[in-house]
C-alpha cells in the first residue's frame, strides 16, 4: 500500500495515529513480502492467514484434516491416473504440446509411465529419483519391472490396448519398466536403457507440497481405466471445478472477515485484540501492532530529528509522560501502556536568541536565574561531554525521498511523524555533502546556502533533486504568511515547501526537547543590509516552522498560543557588540564607548558603526542602565568564506582553460567578477554548473582553511560532468601562491573599505578612541589579522588617507575561539545569539537604531549611485542615506542619463568606469527637453525613483516628468 492509501486509513491529527501510520511505514514493506502469515495471541498460534484471499483458516486443523481426508480417499481408490501436460520449469508453469500419461497404483507403489522418445536419463537415475518422491504418503514410488508391466498389459484382453500385434495401450507404445524403457510394438527386441521423462515426472512430484495441495494445479482430465482382470472400469482421480480430487477437506470453512482489508485496516483490530502476525516461512519475522508502536513512540524524537531515544520510562512514569499523548483517549492509552502529561507544565517563558547564519546557525536561552546558556544542535550523543564546537548547527538541509517527506509535511502539522532518512539536517548533511561533493547528484540534493536563498529567492532559481528517485523540486520564493495568534495552523496541501520554515523545525525540535522544556518566545537577528521585506518573510517562515515544533496539545491551549511571538531583535554586528563589549570588560560612558564591527561571515563581511552610553535622566527614570545606539552601517557584499572559494574556483577556471574548455566543462560566474576573454563556453547558471563549481570549492577548502599545509603549486585529480552530464576525469594545477595572493589582496580590499566607512560613520563626532570588534569566524584567519595590525605599513596608509591628520586611537578586539572550559562565554560565533537575548523587551540596555530612524523603518540603502565625471563615478547618495528626499545626479543628454551605481564600498572614494563591482544604465526620459535635469530620490533598499525637471524649484513646483522606479539589484 502506498503512503496516500495508509493516510486515507487513519484519523489525523491524533497523535496516536501519527505513531500508528509510522509502525505502518515500516511494517508495510514487509507484510507484502509473504503471503502466508500464522495469527498469534500471545505464544499459542490461533490461525493461518492468506494475505493474497484474505481467508483465515484455523492453525493445524487445516493441514492436519486435510492430510487425513487425503489418505483415506487414496487408499479408496487402486488406481489414480494423472495427464500433466503441464510443465515446471524455470520457475513457471508452462504449457507444452505433448504431455505425459502416468498411472499410480497406490497399493502397490508402482508408477506406470508412457515416454515420447530415449532420452538421456538411466533408469538408476529414474528409480533414485523416484526414491526421493513423498507422494500420497507413500514413500516407496517405482517402476513395475518387465514382467509385471506384461501381466497388467495383456493386449488381448486389456480394452485399452489398441494397434499392433502385441497392442499398445492409449496408443502409445513406448513405455517405462524397471529394468529400462520397453518398446509395445517390437516386445522381442532388448530393454532400451535409457529414458528422459522420468525427470519430468520428478520435477512435478518434486513441486508437489502437501500442505500446500492447490499447487497440483496442473493435473487435470477424467481418464477411464479398466481393470484388465475384473473388466470392470477403475476409480481414477480427478480435478474438477477447481477443487483438488473433489476431497471436501480442502474446501475448509474459512473466516472471511479480514477479506478486502489491507493491513491499515488490521492494525487497529491487531492492536485491540493483542495478536500478533508471524511469516510462515520465516518465523523470525513478526508484525506486532502493540510492539511495533511501542517501538515507533520510543523512536518519537530519534527517527525525524536524531534526538536521543526515549527511555520505557518516559511512557509510565507519573511525573513525566509524553506531552503529544496528552488529552488522547484513555482506552487506547491503556492499550498501549502509556501515560499523556500535559504540555503547559513545561512551558518556559524565558528568551531564545537565534543566530541564523550562513554557514551555522547559533541558539541562546535565557536561564530562570538571569543567566544565558547555549544549546547543543548539533550534537548526536547529548551524553558526550560538552564540546564548543557542538553549539554550531550548520544551516544544511539534505534531501534523500523528496516524496516521502512532502507526504507528510504538507498532511500533517504538528510534530510531523518524519524519517531522518527522507531529510536529515545540520552536521550529517554537511559531512555526507564534503564526502560525496564529487557527485552531482548529492550535491544537487543539498541545500547549503539557505540564508542567502531567502535573500536572492524571489529571482533565483534553486532545484533540489533528491537521492533515492532524482526527483526534482523548484523551490517557490518565500511567502509573508503568518500563523494565526492563538488558533492552530490547519494542513495545506497546496503550499509550496518553505525550506526555511523546515530548517527552523529542525531547530525547534532541539530547542523544545523534553529535556528543555517548550519555549515560546524568540528572538532573531539579521544581517544589516537585508530588506524589511526579506526579514518579515524569513520571520513568517520562523514562525510557522518554529510553532510546528511544539506538541499540537499544547497549540490547542489558546490561553498559552497567545503568547507564542517570534520578533526582529536588530542587527548581528549590534547583538555581537551587546554580548562581547562587557565580555571585554568594558563599560559605557556618559560620551559613548565608540565601537565598529567589522563582521566576517560565510556569505557576506557587515560593518556596524555605534556608541555604547549610559542613559539620559529620562532613560533612566524608566530603567534603563545603558543605550547602544546605532550610527551607521555598511558592508562588502562579496567578501566572505564562501564568496573567497567562490572567487578561488573562478581563478582556477581560468587557469586551467585550455583542460576545461577540452573536457566542455561548465562552471558559474562570481556575480563579483566579470566574464573573461573566452568564458562563454565554460560558463554558465546550469545546475551541472553549480555542481561542478560546487566541487571545485570544497576542493580549494582547505587551502582557505589551512594554507599551510599546501605546497606552492598542486595538481588535483577531479571528476565532474560536462555539457552531456557525462562524467570525466581530469588534472587540475592549483597555482597555491596565486590564490594566497588573490586572497590577500580581496582581505585586504575589504578591510580598507571598513576604515573608509569607519570615518565617514564618525565623521560628525570623530571619536577619540575605536574599539575595534572582529566577528565572525572567518575573522580568525591569518590574513584578516594581518590586515588589521595597526602598525602595519598598509594601516598606517588606509587611516591616513581617511582620516587624514585627526587618526583615532584603534584599539582591535581579534575575534576570540570558543573556551572549552567556559563554553557560554561570548566566542566569535556564538556572541550575536548570546548578545540578542541582552535586546529583548524588558531587558536594562536598550538598543537605538538611529539608522533605522533615517531608513522609515526599512533597511538602510544599500548602494553608492551617482553619475559619471570623467569616467569616474561621483556617488550622490552613500549607503544608509535618507529615504524620500530628492537629490540631482546629473544633465540628461539627448534623453538619456547614465546612472552609476556599486554595492562596494569602495566607490565612496571613487570608481571608474570598467570596475568589475560598477554597474552603468543608461536610463531613457522620453519627455525629457534638452537642458533637463536628473533627480532621484531613495524608495528602498535596493531601490530608488527617478524624475527629470529644468530644476530644483522645477521640481518642487511639480513641474517634471514622469517618475521611473529603479531596482539597482537588477531584478525588478
Known sequence: MDRANIMNHIKTPVF????????????EPVFNQHADWLVYKDDQALWHFERKTGLRYPYQKRKQDALSAWNETIKNQQFWELDTDFTYASGKVSKETNYTRLILETATGRVWHWFEDWGALHAVDAQRKLDEIDLFSFKHWSLPNKAEFLTFHKPATNPVGTGSEYGRLYGHNRWLVAEGGIDLDNQDQPLISLFSRISTVALVFGYHELSKPNHLAFWSGIRKLIDPVSKQPMQVANRANGLLLDIPDFVIPSNQDWQDKRLADLWEILLREDLTLVAEDRPEIRISPKSDSMEAVLMLDYSPCRLPELEAIQLTDPNKGLWELHGEDAERLTQLGCRGRD??????????????????????VSTPQGGKKLLRVGVRDHAAPVQACQFENPTVLEFLDLEAFLQIWSTQVYRPA?????????????VHFRDHARNPRMVNSVMLYL??????????????VDQVHGKEYELTPLRDTNPVR????????TAPLDVVELYAWYLGMVINWRQHGLYLKYALTFPVKYESEVRQKILASFRRGLQRSLPESLVRQSVIINDFEVIDIGTEPMAYAAAMLPALGLAPTQEGLSYAVFDFGGGTTDFDFGRWRLPLPAEADEGIESVLERLAAGGDPYLGGENLLALMAYQVVQDNLSEVQKNKLVFVRPSSESAFVGSEAVLDQSALAQANTAMLMHLLRALLESPESFSSITRAKVSMCNRAAEEVALTLEINVEGLEALLQHRVARGVESFVSEMQAAFVEQPPAQVHILLAGNASRGQRVMAAFDVASEAWQGWVTRYFGSSVPEFVVHFAPAADETEPFKPSCKTAVALGALDLVPGSTLVWRDLLHARSEGNAPFNYFVGGLVQNV?????VPGCAYGEWHELGI????????????????????????????????????????FRCFARVSGPVDIELVTAASRDALERGEHGLAQQMALDGVR
Not at 492563538?486 to 496541501?493: A, K, T
Not at 563615478?873 to 547618495?877: E, H, I
Open 16 to 27: 496516536l495515529d501519527k505513531i500508528i501510520f509510522t509502525a505502518l511505514l515500516a511494517a
Open 343 to 364: 504540555p503547559a507544565k513545561d512551558v518556559r517563558y524565558e528568551w531564545v536568541g537565534i543566530d541564523f547564519g550562513t554557514s551555522s546557525t547559533v541558539v541562546a
Open 418 to 430: 518524519l524519517r531522518w532518512d527522507w531529510v536529515c539536517a545540520a552536521n550529517e548533511a554537511l
Open 451 to 464: 540564508k542567502r536563498w531567502a535573500r536572492e529567492c524571489e529571482h533565483t532559481v534553486a532545484l533540489i
Open 486 to 493: 492563538g488558533q492552530p495552523m490547519q494542513p495545506d496541501l
Open 873 to 877: 563615478l561621483q556617488p550622490v547618495f
Open 892 to 931: 540628461v543628454r539627448e534623453g538619456v542619463f547614465v546612472l552609476a551605481s556599486s554595492a562596494s564600498p569602495r566607490a565612496r572614494s571613487g570608481m571608474k568606469r570598467g570596475e568589475d563591482e560598477l554597474e552603468l544604465c543608461s536610463v531613457r526620459f522620453a519627455d525629457a527637453s534638452k537642458g
